[in-house]
C-alpha cells in the first residue's frame, strides 16, 4: 500500500518561510509527477506546484517567485520551499503522487494534509 506522509506546516508571520515535505512510501517503483495542492476554507482546491520526474516544473500565477518544488526520486519526496508568506497562502496543504508504479500496479495519490497559518 502507497503511502504519502506530509510534514513541516505550521503558524509563520506574513513575510516569513516554511518548508513543507511530503515522503511516498510502499512497494514503489517509479513516480511520474508529484506536487502541491492546497485547499482554504471555503474554496476549491488549487494547484500550488507540480513536479515531474525530470524536474520540470509548474507553479501557480499566484506563487511564482515565492515558492520554489523541488522532489529527491531516490527517497520518493517532494519538498515545497515557501517564502514570503502572505496570510492569503493559509489553507490545508496536500501532497499529490501521479503515476505511481507499485506492485499494485499505477494509480495516483493523495496525502492527509498539512496546515499552513499565515498571520498578518
Known amino acids: 500500500q502507497v503511502q504519502l506522509v506530509e510534514s513541516g506546516g505550521g503558524l509563520v508571520q506574513a513575510g516569513g518561510s516554511l518548508r513543507l515535505s511530503c515522503a511516498a512510501s510502499?512497494?514503489?517503483?517509479?513516480?511520474?509527477?508529484m506536487g502541491w495542492y492546497r485547499q482554504a476554507p471555503g474554496k476549491q482546491r488549487e494547484l500550488v506546484a507540480q513536479?515531474?520526474?525530470?524536474?520540470?516544473?509548474n507553479y501557480a500565477d499566484s506563487v511564482k517567485g515565492r515558492f520554489t518544488i523541488s522532489r529527491d526520486n531516490a527517497k520518493n519526496t517532494v519538498y515545497l520551499q515557501m517564502n514570503s508568506l502572505k496570510p492569503e497562502d493559509t489553507a490545508v496543504y496536500y501532497c499529490?503522487?501521479?503515476?505511481?508504479?507499485?506492485?499494485?500496479?499505477?494509480?495516483?495519490?493523495w496525502g492527509q494534509g498539512t496546515q499552513v497559518t499565515v498571520s498578518s
Open positions: 510502499g512497494s514503489i517503483f517509479s513516480i511520474s509527477a
Open positions: 499529490r503522487a501521479l503515476g505511481v508504479r507499485s506492485i499494485s500496479g499505477i494509480d495516483n495519490y
Open positions: 513536479i515531474t520526474r525530470g524536474g520540470l516544473t
